[in-house]
């Protein structure tokens, strides 16, 4: 019975595996069974499961294939300048309530009820104000505008601290403050779905925006516990304070210029399209996501023009989407009709005035459509700057090298889809051949 009781004896082995990708499994227990003992093996310290169990709420899944190469620096620019914001927000708050009158006897609930009601109001007003002047812009320029967002927050913060110093305008400086922290508000969101979107791989933008919260509310609460500490120890000491806010907002202004220029985005927009272009037409290559990074602004472009690295800004001269009754009547003779000739197959008409060339836009082109007719715009451009015949030699070009340079583009990775560039005004319009074409 023993002999025949251990030839059928069976023994299997268990083992258990963690890790959100195939390429990144480790083993982290072994079962080892048979009919007459069962044995219990963990691989690995436990810190180490630990250590992956945070890990896993931080950063996505399948960290680091699913998500862009620029992520991980972003990340880490954009915790350092978060905890700097956390950490002066501490100071600049401990200053606005004091000139409210917390800790006062002579100060009034309702009277700190309403400054404060009045400050979150024209905050409010203020983001719906941006929205609508701006909100359109910010998927085109998501880089410069991020930038702009907490360089708002910024000034808003130090409005807050400077309020105390004149009480007789207090309202004010802190309305003031309230409208440029809005401004963050709406941009600073906005655009972070736009980088949201980039990062994302593998269809996983829900989830990198979830482990991203969990990221800021880890920054959060090391950023209040440091701003609680400078807070104690700078308490009526105003030097101390002023000191220690300028230092913070400083690096917070370098960690977030460090942040967007490590962003690599592979959608198209009028200045990398630009930059794009005229390098193509140089040497007959394009460039690749870090390449044009390096190259395009990422600061308004009135704070910009002095510097060196600029390219040239050629897209300033295109106006697409040029409203058709802003034309009078001396302009569509001159301009329009010696124009539309050379546009009677495509679905935009290319008008230039004054040394600009503006888009006329059909409203049955698509999105293919318009990045075309920019292209062609800075073509144009391009030929009026050198006094060549403008239409037909920019129309040879385009018949000639846009789908070699749209194929080179979608070669290396760039979105080709579409131009992240508002379109308001379109048109329709019906073009009659006449005997004569002038150029």
Same mark, same amino acid.
């Not at 880490?76 to 300048?81: A, E, P, S, Y």
């Not at 390449?291 to 009135?302: D, G, I």
């Not at 037909?392 to 583009?409: E, N, P, R």
């Given at each position: 019975? @023993?002999?025949?009781?251990?030839?059928?004896?069976?023994?299997?082995?268990?083992?258990?595996?963690?890790?959100?990708?195939?390429?990144?499994?480790?083993?982290?227990?072994?079962?080892?069974?048979?009919?007459?003992?069962?044995?219990?093996?963990?691989?690995?310290?436990?810190?180490?499961?630990?250590?992956?169990?945070?890990?896993?709420?931080?950063?996505?899944?399948?960290?680091?294939?699913?998500?862009?190469?620029?992520?991980?620096?972003?990340?880490?620019?954009?915790?350092?300048?978060?905890?700097?914001?956390?950490?002066?927000?501490?100071?600049?708050?401990?200053?606005?309530?004091?000139?409210?009158?917390?800790?006062?006897?002579?100060?009034?609930?309702?009277?700190?009820?309403?400054?404060?009601?009045?400050?979150?109001?024209?905050?409010?007003?203020?983001?719906?104000?941006?929205?609508?002047?701006?909100?359109?812009?910010?998927?085109?320029?998501?880089?410069?505008?991020?930038?702009?967002?907490?360089?708002?927050?910024?000034?808003?913060?130090?409005?807050?601290?400077?309020?105390?110093?004149?009480?007789?305008?207090?309202?004010?400086?802190?309305?003031?403050?309230?409208?440029?922290?809005?401004?963050?508000?709406?941009?600073?969101?906005?655009?972070?779905?736009?980088?949201? %979107?980039?990062?994302? /791989?593998?269809?996983?933008?829900?989830?990198?925006?979830?482990?991203?919260?969990? %990221?800021?509310? =880890?920054?959060?609460?090391?950023?209040?516990?440091?701003?609680?500490?400078?807070?104690?120890?700078?308490?009526?000491?105003?030097?101390?304070?002023?000191?220690?806010?300028?230092?913070?907002?400083?690096?917070?202004?370098?960690?977030?210029?460090?942040?967007?220029?490590?962003?690599?985005?592979?959608?198209?927009?009028?200045?990398?399209? @630009?930059?794009?272009?005229?390098?193509?037409?140089?040497?007959?290559?394009?460039?690749?996501?870090?390449?044009?990074?390096?190259?395009?602004?990422?600061?308004?472009?009135?704070?910009?023009? #002095?510097?060196?690295?600029?390219?040239?800004?050629?897209?300033?001269?295109?106006?697409?989407?040029?409203?058709?009754?802003?034309?009078?009547?001396?302009?569509?003779?001159?301009?329009?009709?010696?124009?539309?000739?050379?546009?009677?197959?495509?679905?935009?008409?290319?008008?230039?005035?004054?040394?600009? =060339?503006?888009?006329?836009?059909?409203?049955?082109?698509?999105?293919?459509?318009?990045?075309?007719?920019?292209?062609?715009?800075?073509? /144009?451009?391009?030929?009026?700057?050198?006094?060549?015949?403008?239409?037909?030699?920019?129309?040879? #070009?385009?018949?000639?090298?846009?789908?070699?340079?749209?194929?080179?583009?979608?070669?290396?990775?760039?979105?080709?889809?579409?131009?992240?560039?508002?379109?308001?005004?379109?048109?329709?319009?019906?073009?009659?051949?006449?005997?004569?074409?002038?150029?």
């Amino acid at each position: 019975m @023993t002999a025949v009781s251990n030839s059928n004896d069976t023994a299997i082995t268990l083992e258990e595996w963690n890790g959100s990708s195939t390429s990144k499994l480790s083993k982290t227990f072994t079962i080892q069974a048979s009919s007459s003992s069962v044995s219990f093996k963990r691989s690995g310290a436990r810190f180490t499961h630990l250590w992956r169990r945070l890990l896993q709420a931080l950063v996505p899944e399948g960290f680091p294939s699913s998500v862009t190469a620029d992520y991980v620096p972003f990340q880490i620019w954009d915790t350092l300048q978060g905890l700097s914001t956390y950490t002066r927000t501490m100071l600049s708050t401990q200053a606005l309530l004091s000139a409210i009158g917390v800790g006062e006897k002579s100060a009034t609930v309702i009277g700190a009820t309403f400054q404060w009601f009045l400050r979150d109001l024209t905050g409010m007003l203020g983001g719906i104000l941006f929205t609508f002047y701006q909100g359109s812009n910010l998927d085109s320029n998501a880089k410069m505008w991020r930038l702009v967002a907490d360089l708002m927050n910024d000034l808003g913060m130090l409005m807050d601290l400077i309020s105390p110093l004149f009480p007789s305008a207090f309202v004010i400086i802190v309305c003031l403050g309230s409208i440029s922290r809005s401004f963050t508000g709406v941009a600073s969101g906005a655009t972070r779905a736009a980088l949201t %979107q980039h990062f994302a /791989l593998q269809d996983n933008a829900a989830d990198i925006s979830a482990k991203e919260g969990s %990221q800021e509310t =880890v920054a959060t609460m090391i950023g209040m516990a440091l701003g609680m500490l400078v807070a104690r120890i700078t308490i009526g000491h105003p030097l101390a304070i002023w000191v220690c806010f300028l230092s913070l907002t400083l690096f917070h202004m370098y960690a977030n210029y460090q942040a967007v220029r490590c962003l690599a985005l592979t959608s198209l927009n009028p200045e990398r399209t @630009t930059i794009h272009l005229q390098h193509f037409m140089k040497t007959g290559k394009v460039l690749s996501p870090e390449q044009v990074s390096a190259k395009e602004h990422v600061l308004p472009l009135k704070l910009t023009v #002095w510097s060196s690295k600029n390219a040239d800004l050629l897209y300033t001269k295109v106006h697409l989407g040029t409203r058709v009754s802003s034309l009078d009547n001396m302009e569509i003779k001159e301009h329009l009709l010696s124009a539309a000739s050379y546009y009677a197959k495509a679905k935009y008409l290319l008008v230039e005035r004054n040394g600009t =060339v503006n888009v006329i836009v059909h409203k049955d082109s698509n999105a293919a459509d318009i990045l075309k007719s920019f292209v062609h715009a800075l073509i /144009l451009a391009t030929n009026v700057s050198e006094s060549k015949s403008s239409h037909s030699d920019s129309q040879m #070009w385009i018949d000639k090298h846009y789908d070699v340079f749209i194929h080179k583009l979608k070669s290396l990775g760039w979105k080709t889809e579409r131009l992240l560039s508002p379109i308001i005004w379109r048109a329709n319009w019906i073009y009659k051949a006449s005997e004569k074409k002038a150029d």
